[in-house]
């Protein structure tokens, strides 16, 4: 938008961040239902997998995010404070078991979830209560193998030496 007035050249005013934030927030979020609404839609047809991520920041912020995949598209469905709840698997089951409520219980076809203990023993005991398929991360389960293979000292010396290197270079850049 604005690169648009820029482009129409002098006496073409940018809107206001009163306009930005009420009347062009409106229609940017009624645009992202309408997609969302139409994703929803592929649910019932396609089926879909819920994807669990769970975060924890340097200030001991918790999140479990939860997205929604089907046919090509990915959207976010909501995210969980967990900071002040322990994730055991109970507490881990019952955020998947609302989502699933939320997502329609005969979309679901797939749970992918982190490979910690309590995410695996809910996605289990989901496997068990509901006709689905629970799937550890790929992209996690490398992340482990990686950091498992950093750890032996041959590698972890190895590794050193390019930090090493790599801050030299970074430290004499001319």
């Known amino acids: 938008m604005i690169f648009g007035a820029q482009q129409a050249g002098m006496g ?88 699933i409520k939320e997502v329609g219980e005969a979309n679901v076809v797939q749970i992918v979830t982190e490979n910690g203990s309590a995410f695996v023993k809910a996605g289990k005991l989901l496997m068990k209560k509901y006709n689905l398929y629970w799937t550890p991360c790929a992209a996690h389960c490398i992340d482990l193998m990686f950091e498992d293979i950093g750890k032996r000292d041959s590698v972890a010396q190895l590794i050193g030496n390019g930090r090493k290197i790599t801050n030299f270079i970074y430290n004499h850049v001319f």
């Open 12 to 99: 073409i005013e940018p809107p206001s961040p009163y306009e930005i934030k009420s009347k062009y927030l409106e229609i940017e979020y009624k645009d992202m239902e309408d997609y969302v609404n139409l994703q929803r839609e592929k649910w019932e047809t396609y089926g879909c997998t819920i994807m669990c991520d769970g975060w924890t920041g340097p200030t001991k912020l918790s999140i479990i995010n939860f997205m929604v995949y089907s046919k090509g598209s990915t959207i976010f469905l909501k995210s969980v404070d967990a900071s002040e709840k322990i994730k055991d698997n109970k507490y881990i089951y019952g955020l998947l078991k609302d989502v």
